[in-house]
T-cell receptor, first 116, second 114 residues
Framework: GEDVEQSLFLSVREGDSSVINCTYT??????LYWYKQEPGAGLQLLTY?????DMKQDQRLTVLLNKKDKHLSLRIADTQTGDSAIYFC????????????????FGSGTRLQVQP | ETGVTQTPRHLVMGMTNKKSLKCEQH?????MYWYKQSAKKPLELMFV???????ENNSVPSRFSPECPNSSHLFLHLHTLQPEDSALYLC?????????????FGEGSWLTVV
């Protein structure tokens, strides 16, 4: 079955690096995503990684994927107070044209608190 | 600006009311989704529409009735809801066949059932 798990809370100091972790159970995941949700807002796509990659970097964000352990992480360098939000890990299973299974399965989200 | 617009942003309704949530996407996508987000559960997929046809109904109670008149618009009709249906309802869209199946979300509609 599909299950995505994340720790619920992370607190860091401004300027430090944040690492948010996620584990998933379905080895057939094709794409893995990170979304950010600020208070009162919808989900904003941050980045995604294809399952045949092990790392992707985009400015302050680094995504690491360990397929063997089914572990995904999001590293935010030089964390700022504006990074305070809930971060969701999500997986997509099946081929892009497999409409029956294309929707994402989300974790419960990690609340990142950045202290000044 | 996400390209996916939801209205109303906030809705309070009684258990006997009938109301609708509206979603419009300006991204030229061909798939649209309804998700439910509540304090007690992770994001739950409710419905998927692809080219206006419903391709997934994730065991959603019949008091929630989706409608997709075209690939740009999606509605969620609400009738005889329960207090436990109070949640944030998120609409999303994607383009079938593109790499990443990237799904873009609206800002959500906060629903309170009293």
């Amino acid at each position: 079955g599909e299950d995505v798990e994340q720790s619920l809370f992370l607190s860091v100091r401004e300027g430090d690096s944040s690492v948010i972790n996620c584990t998933y159970t379905d080895s057939s995941s094709t794409y893995l995503y990170w979304y950010k949700q600020e208070p009162g807002a919808g989900l904003q796509l941050l980045t995604y990684i294809f399952s045949n990659m092990d790392m992707k970097q985009d400015q302050r964000l680094t995504v690491l994927l360990n397929k063997k352990d089914k572990h995904l992480s999001l590293r935010i360098a030089d964390t700022q107070t504006g990074d305070s939000a809930i971060y969701f890990c999500a997986e997509s299973i099946g081929a892009p044209r497999d409409t029956g299974r294309r929707a994402l399965t989300f974790g419960s989200g990690t609340r990142l608190q950045v202290q000044p | 600006e996400t390209g996916v617009t939801q209205t109303p942003r906030h809705l309070v309704m009684g258990m006997t009311n009938k109301k609708s949530l509206k979603c419009e996407q300006h991204l030229g996508h061909n798939a649209m989704y309804w998700y439910k987000q509540s304090a007690k559960k992770p994001l739950e997929l409710m419905f998927v529409y692809n080219f206006k046809e419903q391709t997934e109904n994730n065991s959603v109670p019949s008091r929630f009735s989706p409608e997709c008149p075209n690939s740009s618009h999606l509605f969620l009709h609400l009738h005889t809801l329960q207090p436990e249906d109070s949640a944030l309802y998120l609409c999303a869209s994607s383009q079938d066949g593109t790499s990443g199946n990237t799904i873009y979300f609206g800002e959500g509609s906060w629903l309170t059932v009293v």
